[in-house]
């Protein structure tokens, strides 16, 4: 077994135990920020930053447009209190400003989006990887930490291949749970020095909705549709396109509600109503005048003629029927009852989830390392002093937008000050 490895106080010995965004953030800031430390990244496969490679669909959804912290902070349904203080210290404009700065220029998309301008996640790869080689960050892949103990006020590392370390501070920047698969091997780390696990579950996925009025309407969206979850308490409704796919709904609508309602769609094995609202932007009232509008503007004609509302006609014809009515007869035939139930509809078709599965663009995991047991300010563990915490592993989790990785810029960067800095 190789001798584990010692070093001075004056030149403390960092172990960072993940090659995900939120490590190499923390790396490199700990290395710029004292030089004199010497930071090891070490990644279990063979590569690093893989997550990166594949995010926004290839693209790398870097960040969003949102300069207000408490703004930003309202976008991650685990973290929203939490990270108004993160946010404050290193923000949105920080992360794109220090990815421009070094040879990334970014582009903001109309939907507040930021990706990087050349459009390849591969960019945002060649920045981290080329920072940490400045900085003089070890990086060894192929080398999961398996085992992380106390020695002293040290820390001992036993890696995969049995070889061990011991270093003076620690970041465990591991990540969430894999889509499939067991939880990841950080949590495991974190409960072995003392800190409880909030039980890791999916959040951004799409819902199974085997309903036939979605049957043969995949690809079609609604721009802007709400949804809810009427039987989950305290879930607020989410609005946005609504994308109609082979299996049922996705769309950032529906990722939006699956994120805020992680935890009560797992707990009910993800067999629960929606309601979907088609027609957002009118109250019931006013869709019932509009719809006694068009009877007599447009009496002659057939309902199924065109779909109002902005609605494809297809989906149209869906809802008339699903009220009731026959999408042939003319406008000017149902009735004010008729007409009632189709709004009922419009404002609110109730469908039966029976589940879930993972949108391919981006999912992440709510749960893991408990806020309340870190100090956000340098994200220290307030149970194992020297042993720190950044990205997905905590229980931090953002919609979609680029808000996921912008929570590892934060925790990272915070976490590397820290990390590089005087003891306490
Ligand atoms: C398909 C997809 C697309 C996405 N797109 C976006 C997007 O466009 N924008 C956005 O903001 N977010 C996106 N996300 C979410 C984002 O990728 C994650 O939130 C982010 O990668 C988390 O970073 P992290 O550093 O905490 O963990 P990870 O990126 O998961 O990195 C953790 C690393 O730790 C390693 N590791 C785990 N255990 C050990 C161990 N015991 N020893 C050593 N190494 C270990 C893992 O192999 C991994 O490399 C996407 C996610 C997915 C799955």
């Not at 796919?245 to 629960?272: C, E, I, M, N, Q």
């Not at 005048?289 to 068009?294: F, G, I, P, Q, V």
């Not at 009515?325 to 709004?343: I, S, Y």
Request: aromatic letters at 8%; proline letters at 8%; one cysteine or more.
């Amino acid at each position: 077994m190789p001798a584990p490895s010692s070093t001075s106080r004056n030149e403390p010995a960092i172990a960072v135990i993940g090659g995900g965004p939120a490590g190499f953030f923390a790396a490199i800031t700990a290395r710029e920020a004292n030089p004199d430390c010497r930071v090891t990244i070490y990644e279990k496969s063979a590569r690093v930053l893989g997550k990166v490679l594949v995010s926004g669909g290839g693209r790398c959804n870097i960040t969003h447009d949102s300069p207000d912290p408490r703004e930003l902070a309202a976008h991650y349904p685990r973290g929203h209190r939490e990270l108004i203080g993160p946010f404050t210290r290193f923000g949105a404009p920080d992360a794109a400003d220090w990815f421009t700065g070094r040879g990334v220029p970014l582009r903001t998309y109309p939907d507040g989006c930021l990706f990087p301008a050349s459009n390849d996640s591969r960019t945002v790869i060649d920045c981290l990887t080329r920072e940490a080689r400045r900085a003089g960050v070890k990086v060894r892949t192929r080398c999961g930490v398996r085992a992380l103990s106390r020695q002293g006020d040290r820390f001992r590392l036993t890696r995969a291949d049995a070889g061990a370390a011991v270093v003076d501070r620690v970041l465990i920047a591991t990540g969430g749970r894999a889509a499939v698969g067991p939880p990841g091997g950080g949590y495991a780390l974190a409960a072995g020095l003392g800190h409880a696990i909030i039980p890791p579950v999916p959040s951004l996925f799409t819902f199974t909705v085997p309903d036939p009025l979605l049957q043969g309407l995949a690809g079609i969206v609604v721009d802007p549709a709400a949804v809810r979850a009427p039987g989950v308490k305290g879930l607020k409704v989410q609005d946005g396109p609504l994308l109609i796919t082979h299996w049922g709904l996705s769309g950032p609508a529906v990722l939006k509600l699956s994120a805020w309602g992680a935890r009560a769609f797992h707990a009910a094995d993800y067999r629960f109503t929606i309601a979907v609202d088609w027609i957002p932007g009118l109250a019931a009232g006013e869709v019932e005048d509009a719809l006694a509008d068009l009877a007599a503007a447009e009496n002659h004609k057939q309902i199924k003629a065109f779909g109002p509302f902005g609605l494809s006609r297809r989906v149209w014809m869906r809802l008339v029927e699903r009220a009731g009515l026959d999408p042939t007869r003319r406008w000017g035939e149902p009735g004010p009852k008729q007409r009632a139930a189709l709004v009922r509809v419009l404002k609110g078709t109730a469908l039966e989830v029976t589940g879930q599965s993972a949108f391919k663009e981006e999912f992440v995991t709510a749960g893991g390392v408990p806020l309340k047991e870190i100090d956000l300010k340098t994200m220290q563990s307030r149970i194992t002093p020297g042993l720190f915490f950044a990205g997905e592993v905590m229980d931090i989790d953002g919609v979609t937008g680029g808000f996921n990785f912008q929570a590892c810029w934060t925790t990272g960067r915070l976490a590397g000050f820290a990390l590089a800095g005087p003891e306490d």
